[in-house]
């Protein structure tokens, strides 16, 4: 690489000239003349860096200002330590050059490529609205109808690229990005490969080891199949919530048992419908013949789990959060329902049993026969639901739903009643299916009561915004009333959200209602029955965690042995046990106790932990090293790294002393904050806890330059700028680090004799 030309920077203070050629971007630096600080190396061609964004392995990306065209874009910066790597540097013109080749609207646009103070850069396209690997952090589990909008486009983002010879090789949640509308971005064409006769072969294995094919491992020819294990494993972790693979190794030998020994996905989330979990184990079969023979079949297979009936009712629109299924159930009126089969001049009695055969109103141009057969069908349906016999209600009230001689509104209400029979039957996917043909019966505008189908479809659209169904604010419910938040309740009790069911169930149970609703009383009675279960499973926080080992699956099965003696042995908890320890069941002969392999020295993990300013994790994995290979350059970085370990020690106790007096600032902002400390040692950043990961190495720098005293002996004095400057070294501010330890070997000789020692690390990187 040729030799940086000189750069000239006039201090904003005295007017100085500086060279700071050397110095890394968006650094401040202290002018030798009038000791004032300056932010130096903004300007990388028409773009000025304005916060710093993300730090990766090879590079760092920066938040810039397009000069030209007065708009955010996102500046990828190659770091210091491989700037002087021709090899790292044509892999990331590469990278460029791969990324624009194509245009697709769920790929990244890039928009030039440039270099500035001897770097190498690329202005791409800012994506707003984060990392989908921050989103499943936040989330847990994406649901499933939220996740096939996004599985689509990302699968044709991937397409796009296979048709254009590319092959990504790095898909993972951390290199999808979200933009302000909630659409995918597929980003960091780093390790990509231009395929010849559709396939590759990689010179080096850069992958993750939760989301890498076999093949890759392996080190065999690549090709879109293998892109497509990877966004299966993307999508596995997304649905599950857990990855697919818990190894971090990428040990050959231990990866590929754990690649062997995927655990099915239907197994760790048995709420998913059967489609999406097909599509997942097959896209992340272990040999790649038994994987998709194309993106456009996986992606057939995927819009057919977002619309084919046997699948969960699903939103069409990653905007639309909660399923078209909750909305459905929601605006059932099974009150109404009941009430417009009786004879209007029928006195009400309350009956015996919580069920009253009543005679529903037919087309009178029926015969008699037919409208016999109806009103037999009808009392059949209820007293099978008095029964708990749920799959044949719903036959029956199925039977009253699709014979067109049933007026309205009683043929859509019995649409209805097969909905709620089947949540009762304990078959979920069903009721979505049944409730969508429910939403397209009422957009048919079969309703003609103009009030109760505003009344339903204000309920739908509430729901479709991602609204939450609270209890009826009138004074007097209905069976109506009754019967959306019974509904509301199953449906909080299939995605096992048991505290919020358990509540939507004691709404149900208090409910006052007028004689004519008494038919409702017997979805009353089983709202009493799930709510005392649902505050049980309710407390068990372990219910629906995923054992990884033999021992943990021992735990959750004594766990479920116990629960077991304390529900009803027929009662709706012991069908959510049941399908739990057919899913742990399913995975005695899957999982090993995990062997404790002998930890390896990584410089990659030793820098990451360094960039995170974890120095004692640091020192751990340095020591490693020095078991094996015990070298000049590995024992002064250890010296450093518990260097800078005391540094963040002495730090966090300043930040303590000064009582929200310290002003600290986070990677991705602009401006310092209030910082203090809470009673157990966390950090309180602008009246939001954060972690110190997040913390931006300079401002600590910054902090410890204004409230350190000079006031103590020389021998401390060494120490603690010893400590200081080992610390900016560490974490990237390299030229800063390198121009005070002249200044202060200038000064002290003591300061000279410590920092020369550090050489063999500082020389070799």
């Known amino acids: ?94 990278e460029a050059r791969i990324t624009a080749s194509f245009s697709h609207p769920h790929v990244v646009k890039v928009f030039t490529t440039g270099r500035a103070f001897g770097r190498f850069f690329i202005a791409m396209e800012l994506v707003p609205g984060g990392h989908f690997e921050t989103f499943i952090k936040r989330r847990g589990k994406v649901p499933e109808m939220e996740m096939l909008p996004l599985s689509i486009q990302i699968a044709e983002g991937l397409e796009a690229a296979w048709q254009a010879g590319l092959i990504h090789r790095d898909v993972k949640p951390g290199n999808i990005l979200l933009d302000a509308q909630g659409n995918a971005k597929i980003v960091d064409f780093g390790l990509a490969l231009v395929t010849k006769g559709g396939k590759a072969k990689a010179e080096e294995l850069w992958a993750t080891p939760y989301y890498v094919p076999p093949e890759t491992i392996e080190g065999q020819e690549e090709d879109f199949r293998s892109d497509i294990y990877s966004f299966g494993a993307t999508l596995y972790h997304a649905l599950a919530g857990v990855p697919s693979c818990s190894e971090e190794t990428m040990a050959t030998d231990v990866l590929r048992e754990a690649k062997k020994k995927v655990v099915p996905l239907k197994h760790v989330a048995p709420h998913l419908s059967a489609e999406i979990c097909r599509i997942v184990d097959r896209a992340m079969a272990y040999d790649p013949k038994d994987r998709f023979g194309s993106y456009r079949e996986m992606i057939s297979q995927l819009n057919l789990a977002l619309s084919d009936d046997k699948a969960a009712a699903q939103s069409r629109k990653l905007k639309t959060v909660f399923t078209a299924v909750v909305a459905a159930n929601l605006l059932i009126g099974l009150g109404f329902a009941a009430w417009s089969l009786m004879p209007k001049d029928e006195a009400v009695e309350t009956p015996k049993a919580l069920v009253a055969p009543v005679t529903p109103v037919v087309d009178t141009s029926a015969n008699e026969q037919a409208a016999a057969h109806i009103a037999q069908i009808y009392t059949q349906a209820r007293e099978a639901l008095n029964a708990a016999d749920y799959g044949t209600a719903r036959k029956l009230f199925s039977e009253l739903r699709n014979n067109a001689a049933v007026q309205e509104p009683t043929r859509t209400f019995a649409g209805v009643e097969v909905v709620l029979t089947a949540f009762l039957a304990g078959a979920p996917d069903d009721a979505r299916y049944e409730a969508r043909k429910v939403i397209d019966h009422l957009q048919g505008g079969r309703l003609a009561d103009q009030e109760l189908s505003n009344r339903l479809l204000d309920a739908l659209t509430q729901l479709q915004q991602g609204g939450e169904l609270s209890p009826p604010e009138r004074e007097a419910s209905d069976a109506t009333d009754v019967t959306l938040m019974m509904i509301a309740g199953l449906e909080q009790w299939d995605l096992d959200h048991f505290k919020q069911a358990a509540d939507d169930f004691a709404w149900v149970g208090n409910a006052v209602l007028s004689p004519q609703d008494h038919w409702v009383l017997i979805y009353q009675s089983i709202a009493a029955s799930y709510r005392t279960e649902a505050n049980l499973l309710a407390e068990e926080v372990k219910l629906k965690s995923v054992p990884s080992s033999q021992t943990e699956l021992k735990e959750a099965l004594e766990d479920l042995d116990r629960l077991s003696l304390q529900v009803q042995p027929n009662g709706p908890a012991a069908l959510v046990l049941q399908q739990r320890r057919k899913a742990l069941d399913a995975m005695t002969g899957l999982l090993q106790e995990p062997e404790k392999p002998e930890p390896v020295f990584s410089y990659d993990e030793m820098r990451e932990c360094e960039a995170e300013l974890r120095f004692d994790d640091a020192t751990a994995m340095i020591d490693i090293g020095l078991k094996t290979n015990s070298t000049p350059a590995l024992i002064a970085r250890k010296e450093m790294s518990q260097a800078a370990a005391r540094f963040m020690t002495r730090m966090k106790a300043l930040v303590g002393e000064l009582h929200g007096a310290a002003q600290l600032q986070l990677l991705n902002a602009s401006e310092v904050q209030p910082a203090e400390l809470t009673k157990d040692g966390s950090l309180m950043l602008g009246g939001e806890l954060v972690g110190w990961d997040r913390v931006d190495a300079d401002s600590l720098i910054d902090l410890y330059r204004q409230y350190i005293s000079s006031d103590t002996t020389e021998e401390d004095r060494v120490e603690s700028n010893f400590e200081a400057v080992s610390f900016a070294w560490l974490t990237g501010a390299r030229s800063r680090a390198e121009s005070a330890a002249r200044r202060l070997s200038e000064e002290s000789p003591s300061f000279r004799e410590r920092w020369e020692q550090t050489e063999p690390a500082r020389s070799g990187h």
């Open 1 to 94: 690489m040729a030799e940086a030309e000189e750069e000239l920077f006039s201090c904003q203070e005295c007017g100085e000239s500086m060279n700071v050629s050397a110095i890394e971007p968006f650094s401040m630096v202290e002018c030798p003349f009038c000791k004032g600080d300056n932010l130096v190396n903004i300007d990388f061609g028409p773009y000025t860096l304005v916060r710093r964004l993300t730090h990766g392995g090879m590079s760092v990306v920066y938040v810039g200002r397009d000069n030209t065209l007065g708009r955010e874009v996102a500046l990828k910066i190659l770091n210091e330590t491989y700037s002087a790597d021709e090899r790292r540097i044509l892999a990331f013109e590469e």
